[in-house]
Structures are given as C-alpha cells and as structure tokens.
C-alpha cells in the first residue's frame, strides 16, 4: 500500500507541476501546452481520486456548498456564449473559455463527490502533497 501511495504521490506531483515547468510556446497562443498539459493532469487526478472512492456524484447528493458554484459557472458559461454576439469576440476564444469552464465543472463535480466519500483525507493528501513538490520544483 505504502509503494502504490508513493507511486500515486511521484504520478500526480508530475501532473501538477508540468504546466507549470512547461515553458515551450508557439503563436497565437503562448499558453496552449500548459494547458493541455493542466488539462491531461487534472484529469488524471479525477481519474485516480474517483477510482478510490465509493460515493457516485449525483444532483440529490451534491451538498449545499457545490450549488452556488455550478450555478456560477453557468453563468459564466452563457456570458462566454453570448460575447461573440455582443462584444465582437471571436467564437474560437468564446469556445475556449466554455471549454475551460465545462472542465472546471468536472473538477467541481469531483471534488464534491470526494468530498462525500469515506477518503477525505487520503484524497487531500494526495491533493496537497504532489502540489507541494509541485511549487516546490
């Protein structure tokens, strides 16, 4: 068990920190391998945190505290929809930010389904500790 956690700690600390040790660019935009690279790490983080949990995310057992946020995020969501039609922005930065905010939601909807389960501390530690090496590096 000791290994398998070591072993989660090292994957999810490489997850963490290379977006943020990525500096490679290429134009338009600057930011496009970092958030590939958060994209691909998050997701693993979801992945590997779910797979240890026993709790599934569903709307009746989400908690008072995630409704707020997802309904935020909605918000955001239609004004990042609407701003090509009213500010002149281009449609491919409108998709952009959706595309960012519909993830935000899946790392929202995870965290509260965690946030259920009997793992809460593992799941921090795991959390916590691979974005402490990350700053770290």
Do not use: D, H
Request: positive net charge; proline residues 6%.
């Amino acid at each position: 068990m000791i290994l398998q956690g070591t072993l989660m700690t090292l994957v999810l600390s490489i997850c963490l920190a290379l977006p943020w040790l990525l500096t490679y660019t290429l134009p338009p935009s600057s930011t496009f391998f970092n958030q590939v690279a958060a994209w691909a790490g998050w997701g693993l983080l979801i992945v590997l945190l779910n797979s240890r949990t026993e709790v599934p995310v569903s709307g009746s057992r989400l908690g008072v505290g995630a409704w707020p946020m997802l309904c935020l995020l909605g918000l955001l969501g239609l004004a990042a929809a609407a701003s090509p039609l009213t500010n002149g922005q281009p449609a491919s930065l409108a998709w952009s930010s959706i595309a960012i905010l519909a993830s935000a939601t899946v790392v929202l909807l995870a965290g509260a389904a965690l946030a259920q389960g009997k793992r809460q501390r593992q799941a921090l530690f795991y959390l916590f500790v691979p974005l402490l090496i990350a700053g770290s590096l």
